[in-house]
């Protein structure tokens, strides 16, 4: 019987401790990967620019791309330094950005609780949504002018629908049951709002503010294009103009490193304000 | 100076092997600037198509020298025009290109304007105030030297970075005190409240001159030799008529830019067209044999831009020399 029971009993110690010790490393063995396709990235780079393959306009080895990342850091690129086009970028990003949550999440709400609201405003969302940006922004430069105003509307508009179109679905998911619930223990409209709507909606209202966040940073470039002098975007730009393709890849490194960050930032924000939500 | 030559001598070479068993090319992409010159005759009668029977003919327009380097650096164009700062731009940065035609040299086609209510007699009073220019294009150089010149720091204004037309908008609704661009679009500035401070004549005549030249991509030249005579060709028949029929062009220019006669005819004597026999002398082009003063325009702006901290370093000028090539005019001038 001892004889028969162990290989019972091996198969289950087997799996027990092969999922023990993999569930740690699961979480390195990705960051290991990630580490792997960034190393690669940068050796062929590395490769192809030194043997000559890649004309150095259009791609520059990785030292030129990071002397002009130091020049930039420490001389600036044009009078303003890296720090200070970041700053200037990240402002005109995160007003936007708050802007387009402060009105498009009570609107997604509203349009979500209300077949009224959504019959009437839904119309306006749908056809701008898929509005080309640059489209977009000939006209808010002629209304609103070149300064900052046409800048942070057009960022605020990239960003509007996606927030709108995600509360409304998280809104509309909500499990019935759970208002019912409230309802019948005498939740006033007020208290379904605020316990029963938004704690259920949350988790999909955040992701759809995380890719709203990515729509407001995609425009960014096409948003400083016009009568900027300082932004990441702009000094893309400039440079372009310029063939300075170092400073044009360095810019455009630092500005997905800076999408990346502002990712996890929204997400340990998810964490710290909805534990309960699995992001 | 060997190097060159072999270089030369192997250029020549190919030219006259390929010469003869030369394809046809078959799409012809020419970009040419938003600005009045004898471009705009050459499309307008179809000189190019009928110089090349059979080619797909493609014209794009391209607001300014920035947008053009772009278009070049991309491989978007087979011939296209640049000014002086973004040829030195292009040269230094080895963008596959030669220049092998004087398009116009600018007068007051391209000038600075500035609001006539705000008092501005001289560079100096544009402390504080919005002026905008193209960046990396013949006006913002010419804004930048201007203000050196005149030791006006360019930090007390703010400098801002606009298409012509966008200038031309954000003049109207009075986002902006002083621009220095370039006709048509200048017009509208004029038109609403603006005064002339300053032309590219006058900065020529203090002696930085700015032009545009006509440049080719190497590769399409390797290929087709033959068929950049013919653009040179057709380009010169352009000129020869501007000159010889300046009223039959200011109908064609007003009807190219939607323009009324009397506007296209003014802008027409701010830009100086120089007949092709001409562009081979040494206040042009220059010969082969002897490069003419476009290099030292060249090298000059090019200084200024490596001090603008525009450029990372001075090109030699060796390789501004080589740049332009005044072979295929020669040819067509039959020299």
């Given at each position: 019987m001892s004889v028969e029971a162990a290989p019972m009993a091996m198969p289950i110690s087997a799996d027990r401790t092969r999922r023990g010790s993999l569930r740690m490393p699961n979480v390195s063995r990705s960051v290991l990967l990630s580490t792997l396709t960034v190393a690669v990235l940068l050796t062929t780079w590395i490769i192809v620019t030194e043997i000559g393959w890649a004309n150095e306009l259009f791609l520059p080895k990785p030292q030129a791309v990071w002397a002009a990342f130091v020049k930039t850091m420490t001389k600036g690129y044009q009078g303003t330094t890296l720090l200070q086009h970041l700053g200037a970028s990240l402002y005109r990003i995160l007003v936007a950005f708050a802007l387009a949550c402060l009105v498009g999440i009570p609107l997604g709400v509203l349009m979500g609780v209300s077949r009224n609201a959504r019959g009437l405003l839904s119309p306006l969302i749908e056809f701008y949504r898929p509005l080309p940006p640059l489209g977009l922004y000939t006209l808010l430069v002629m209304w609103l002018?070149?300064?900052e105003s046409s800048k942070l509307s057009l960022l605020f508009l990239a960003g509007l629908p996606g927030i709108v179109i995600s509360t409304i679905q998280a809104v509309t998911s909500v499990d019935p049951v759970y208002v019912r619930a409230a309802q019948s223990l005498g939740a006033t409209r007020r208290h379904l709002l605020f316990h029963v709507y938004l704690p259920a909606a949350g988790p999909l209202i955040l992701a759809g503010m995380r890719i709203s966040l990515g729509f407001t940073y995609t425009v960014l470039v096409a948003a400083e294009i016009?009568?900027?002098?300082?932004g990441i975007g702009w000094m893309i730009w400039d440079a372009a103009k310029f063939l300075l393709s170092d400073v044009v890849i360095m810019g455009l490194i630092v500005l997905g490193l800076t999408g990346v960050v502002l990712d996890l930032m929204m997400r340990a924000i998810a964490k710290l304000l909805m534990p309960w939500a699995r992001t | 100076m060997k190097r060159l030559v072999a270089a030369l001598a192997l250029a020549t070479l190919t030219f006259t092997a390929t010469a003869r068993a030369e394809d046809k090319p078959p799409k012809v992409t020419v970009g040419y600037l938003?600005?009045?010159?004898?471009q705009l005759v050459t499309k307008h009668l179809g000189l190019l198509a009928k110089e090349m029977p059979g080619v797909d003919i493609k014209y794009v327009k391209v607001g300014g020298g920035g947008d053009m380097l772009r278009a070049i650096a991309g491989n978007d164009v087979d011939f296209g025009g640049l000014g002086n700062p973004p040829t030195a731009i292009g040269a230094t940065r080895g963008l596959p290109i030669k220049g092998i035609l004087v398009i116009n040299m600018l007068d007051y086609v391209e000038s600075m304007v500035v609001r006539?209510?705000?008092?501005?007699?001289?560079?100096?009073?544009?402390?504080g105030k919005t002026v905008a220019a193209p960046f990396g294009s013949t006006t913002h150089y010419l804004l930048l030297q201007a203000l050196k010149n005149e030791g006006v720091d360019p930090a007390s204004m703010k400098i801002i970075d606009l298409a012509p037309s966008d200038i031309a908008a954000a003049w109207l609704r009075g986002d902006i005190d002083a621009a220095w661009f370039w006709e048509p679009n200048l017009d509208k500035a004029v038109k609403n409240g603006g005064k002339i401070l300053v032309t590219s004549g006058d900065m020529a005549r203090r002696g930085y001159p700015t032009w545009d030249i006509g440049v080719v991509m190497n590769a399409f030249a390797e290929k087709y030799p033959s068929y950049v005579e013919k653009f040179v060709k057709a380009e010169c028949e352009g000129i020869d008529f501007w000159l010889k029929n300046p009223e039959k062009t200011a109908e064609i220019i007003a009807e190219e830019l939607s323009l009324p006669l009397e506007d296209a005819t003014r802008m027409m004597k701010g830009t100086g067209m120089v007949p092709c026999d001409k562009q081979l002398t040494e206040q042009y082009?220059?010969?082969?044999?002897k490069k003419g003063e476009f290099v030292d325009t060249l090298v000059a702006t090019a200084d200024f831009l490596v001090k603008q901290e525009r450029l990372p370093k001075l090109l030699p000028r060796a390789g501004f020399e080589a740049f332009i090539q005044p072979a295929y005019l020669e040819k067509v001038i039959g020299r």
């Open positions: 002018g070149i300064g016009v009568a900027a002098s300082a | 938003n600005l009045v010159n004898a006539a209510d705000k008092n501005i007699t001289s560079l100096k009073d544009l402390k082009l220059g010969t082969s044999a």
